[in-house]
């Protein structure tokens, strides 16, 4: 194995022993401020809003995972959670301009887009962005920013994301790729051509249910140094304790990774193949529409599934509340296996719109027990 090995570069990326003592942990660099040698002479940190070298290692470290080093022009921006990576991306734009998003995009990223930045002259077309006519439709004159989830949430499309960056460039637009559910050990965006990746680090890359954070990453040298002068302009950032959660997540990510797409990838043939259960969509099973191209731009197909049960909404309440390993909760990705409902929960911001999920949805987030006893706790509560 080289150091190039995505293993090897989630342990040692930005994660030299520490020159001070030694430790071979990261230590958590809880200062607000530096000691400067003489005014404005300083060892490259001078206030933990702007830099903190706790934030700094989960940086390399993140940038890096992406296909982003430091040798690069770009580099990774940590944020204090998903959202406010995406608000910050958001700074990126001016009244007039237009953002193009899946019609099944995450809740909160709607709502933020359609209720927040539109009150600043943002406007946004929501597309089935999973063919290119359904890309293209969408494009304005004015189009700045195409949104892409693959997969999407909750819904699980696939975008191709090398044919939306085709078009992104073709019309002048950046491409963002929220790149959540797959994670860079699944799937790398920036290598298809994607302008910015974004994180939710809450979900996997933390995947411990015990931090909130976000990230993004690019390799635009332009783009990363306006994204930094944001963030330092705007200020939000993660605290070093949250930073330091997200370092010790990551460098188990492989392993985890690998089991919960074992799991997933079995709980849902046994869905698929259960009389009890309407549809499944899982990007893993070949049945999927979007199978083919996420097996050619990913590694893996995740630990998220989603179906409805042939009895409808009715069954679905009685599911969700008669789990007793897959917990009722929001989230994912955690090592925990959840389940929930997200016309209820993640997607309520969405009803009565375009992006309205269906009623009966179920969306299960696949941890890393053992797989037995997760199916027999699903084949429980099916009924």
Not at 34 to 42: C, D, I, K, N, R
Not at 243 to 253: C, F
Not at 344 to 349: D, F, K, V
Request: hydrophobic share 40%.
């Amino acid at each position: 194995m080289t150091e190039d090995q995505f293993e090897t570069i989630a342990i040692h990326a930005g994660q030299q022993p520490d020159p001070a003592t030694g430790a071979v942990v990261v230590p958590i660099y809880a200062t607000s401020t530096y000691v400067q040698e003489a005014p404005g002479v300083h060892k490259g940190y001078e206030y933990s809003r702007t830099d903190n070298p706790t934030r700094t290692a989960l940086q390399t470290q993140l940038a890096a995972l992406e296909g982003v080093d430091e040798h690069d022009d770009g580099g990774c921006v940590a944020t204090s959670s998903g959202l406010a990576a995406t608000a910050l991306i958001g700074y990126l734009l001016s009244p007039g301009d237009h953002i193009v998003l899946p019609n099944d995009a995450y809740g909160g990223t709607f709502r933020l887009i359609t209720q927040v930045f539109a009150k600043h002259g943002i406007t946004w077309t929501a597309g089935d962005l999973t063919t290119e006519e359904g890309i293209r439709e969408a494009v304005r004159e004015t189009t700045k920013l195409i949104w892409v989830e693959t997969p999407t949430n909750p819904l699980l499309r696939i975008i191709d994301i090398a044919l939306a960056a085709d078009i992104a460039r073709e019309t002048g637009a950046w491409l963002v790729v929220d790149n959540t559910f797959a994670t860079p050990y699944l799937q790398q965006p920036l290598s298809l051509g994607g302008d910015m990746v974004l994180h939710s680090s809450t979900k996997y890359l933390g995947g411990h249910s015990d931090t909130v954070g976000g990230a993004i990453i690019t390799n635009d040298a332009d783009l990363y140094e306006r994204l930094r002068f944001l963030q330092n302009s705007t200020g939000p950032i993660p605290g070093p304790f949250d930073a330091y959660l997200v370092l010790r997540g990551i460098k188990t990510l492989a392993l985890r990774m690998e089991r919960h797409n074992q799991n997933a990838s079995i709980i849902a043939n046994f869905l698929e193949g259960d009389p009890r259960v309407a549809r499944v969509w899982y990007p893993g099973l070949p049945s999927d529409p979007g199978h083919e191209i996420a097996r050619r731009q990913m590694t893996g197909f995740g630990g998220v599934i989603s179906f409805v049960p042939t009895a409808g909404l009715e069954a679905a309440h009685s599911i969700v509340t008669r789990t007793r390993l897959f917990f009722l909760a929001e989230s994912l990705g955690g090592v925990e296996s959840l389940i929930e409902l997200p016309a209820l929960m993640t997607h309520l911001s969405v009803e009565g719109t375009e992006l309205e999920v269906p009623q009966g949805l179920v969306r299960l987030s696949v941890g890393v027990e053992h797989v037995d006893d997760l199916l027999a706790d699903l084949d429980r509560a099916l009924g």
